[in-house]
């Protein structure tokens, strides 16, 4: 039988790849261990064999044909990690570029990992914009509420669209403040 792929995604700041890791931790505890595979950093791997960065945030202003191209090559290679054991993929169900918002995951990619569960984490506009102004390590870009709350709404057509082309659930977790330790406890009674 084919390893599970579960795909999770969320603006940036909403702590996707937080509650991502701190289930992934809790389920190994329970003898259940999927392959965490970040694919921004795939892709920041195969731009940098490019020379084409320095910065992962910077991929996302690269002209749209570049970020399809590596996308696709990010895409391939977790494709490859699938066959040796279950993976979760923290990446986006779409990114804001300058050029608009591009599909994290394109059908061409789609095919590809043919994932089984593709997961939304999301709170309010407010609590993002605060979590984002407080990350230091990261070049965030600065919206206002209301354009991460759009960006929220093409996040959850994209990912239903996921769905219909593939057959994968969606599953909406909510990550609000206060309450990080309830989203993980989700997360892990989808991925058990
Ligand atoms: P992250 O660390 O998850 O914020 O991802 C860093 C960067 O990787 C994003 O800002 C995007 O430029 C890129 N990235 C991540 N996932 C995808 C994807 N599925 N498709 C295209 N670009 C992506
Ligand atoms: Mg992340």
Do not use: C
């Amino acid at each position: 039988m084919k390893n599970k792929l579960v795909v999770v995604t969320g603006v940036p700041g909403v702590g996707s790849t937080t509650i991502t890791q701190k289930a992934m931790e809790k389920l190994s505890e329970e003898g259940i261990n999927y392959k965490m595979v970040n694919f921004g950093t795939v892709m920041f791997e195969v731009a940098q064999e490019e020379n084409l960065v320095e910065d992962r945030d910077q991929m996302r202003k690269f002209d749209p044909d570049t970020q399809k191209r590596i996308q696709k090559l990010a895409g391939r290679k977790i494709a490859e990690m699938v066959k040796e054991s279950p993976v979760v993929v923290d990446t986006h169900s779409t990114i804001k570029t300058p050029k608009g918002y591009l599909p994290g995951l394109p059908v061409w990619v789609l095919n590809e990992l043919n994932p089984d569960i593709i997961i939304v984490v999301e709170t309010s506009g407010d609590e993002i914009l605060i979590r984002r102004l407080n990350d230091e390590t990261r070049n965030r870009d600065l919206e206002t509420t209301a354009g991460i709350e759009e960006h929220q709404i093409m996040n959850r057509a994209a990912a239903m669209t996921y769905g219909v082309l593939t057959g994968a659930t969606v599953k909406i977790i909510q990550n609000k403040n206060n309450l990080l330790d309830y989203a993980v406890e989700e997360l892990i009674s989808v991925l058990r």
